[in-house]
């Protein structure tokens, strides 16, 4: 039997791992690729190493990186089977990237491609805002009185990743995976939870009743939890069996 040709096994590679990415990551291959442009990153293995931390093996990050640099486009979706060795290359293989990242992140990963589970957040660069500490509680008066005034909130989107809480959640650009995280833990915590846009915060609610809100920025994301106050996030470690435990207290209570 003869063995396949590269075009075929790159070909069939590239759209076996495409057509998974949605089902596998809760993300489409547009949503990826605006997602690292509002990184801001330029160089290669900057947007290798981003991806890695959002829990893609090497392989897989290396070619969602080539994909964008394509201008978002499949590499071998349109290649002529007549194309020359050289141009089916495989894609960025054994790059400096690899060589040069820390031991404990060349670990092989089970990521978000292959088990479907978001995985653990890693350590951010150390650029990135560290961990801010929760700020004071605030009075629950003071951010849900006008929840208790009417009890029952007009939500309409049920999908914590919805096109309009999507929309709202770009606007965190580089916290934007935090905060599609955060949504999804909640989403999994409190089954019953159904999620809406008003203004510029995203509501939470559990039997039509607001029990947690969340305000988004570029700078830092603020979760208000009805009765237990608000905590400011910068990264994926705050959100833990603590944290959550409060969010599922506060639906409790307001259901």
């Given amino acids: 039997m003869r063995a396949p040709t590269m075009t075929s096994t790159y070909g069939d590679k590239e759209r076996e791992f495409l057509n998974a990415l949605e089902g596998d990551t809760g993300r489409t291959l547009a949503q990826w690729m605006d997602a690292i442009r509002g990184e801001g990153l330029r160089e290669r293995n900057d947007i290798i190493?981003?991806?890695?931390?959002?829990?893609?093996?090497?392989?897989?990050?290396?070619?969602?990186?080539?994909?964008?640099?394509?201008?978002?486009?499949?590499?071998?979706?349109?290649?002529?089977?007549?194309?020359?060795?050289?141009?089916?290359?495989?894609?960025h293989v054994a790059s400096a990237a690899e060589q040069r990242t820390p031991g404990p992140a060349r670990q092989p990963s089970t990521g978000v491609l292959g088990s479907g589970?978001?995985?653990?957040?890693?350590?951010?660069?150390?650029?990135?805002?560290?961990?801010a500490t929760p700020e004071t509680p605030r009075p629950a008066a003071d951010a849900y009185a006008s929840a208790a005034a009417s009890n029952v909130l007009p939500l309409t989107f049920t999908d914590?990743?919805?096109?309009?809480?999507?929309?709202?959640?770009?606007?965190?650009?580089?916290?934007?995976?935090?905060?599609?995280?955060?949504?999804?833990?909640?989403?999994?915590?409190?089954?019953?939870?159904?999620?809406?846009?008003?203004?510029?915060q995203i509501v939470i609610a559990s039997a039509g009743?607001?029990?947690?809100?969340?305000?988004?920025?570029?700078?830092?994301?603020?979760?208000?939890?009805?009765?237990a106050g608000t905590v400011s996030l910068t990264d994926a470690r705050q959100v833990d069996a603590a944290l959550l435990d409060r969010v599922k207290a506060a639906a409790t209570s307001a259901s």
């Fill in 49 to 91: 190493d981003w991806l890695r931390r959002q829990g893609f093996r090497f392989s897989r990050a290396s070619w969602l990186e080539r994909v964008h640099h394509n201008g978002g486009k499949p590499i071998y979706a349109d290649r002529p089977a007549g194309e020359s060795r050289a141009a089916r290359r495989a894609p």
């Fill in 117 to 131: 589970v978001l995985p653990a957040p890693a350590a951010p660069k150390p650029s990135l805002p560290q961990p």
């Fill in 209 to 227: 009743r607001e029990f947690a809100s969340l305000a988004v920025s570029a700078r830092e994301l603020k979760l208000a939890i009805a009765q």
């Fill in 160 to 200: 914590p990743l919805s096109p309009e809480i999507t929309s709202l959640t770009a606007k965190a650009k580089a916290y934007r995976p935090l905060a599609d995280f955060l949504l999804r833990e909640i989403a999994k915590t409190v089954p019953s939870a159904s999620f809406g846009v008003r203004g510029q």
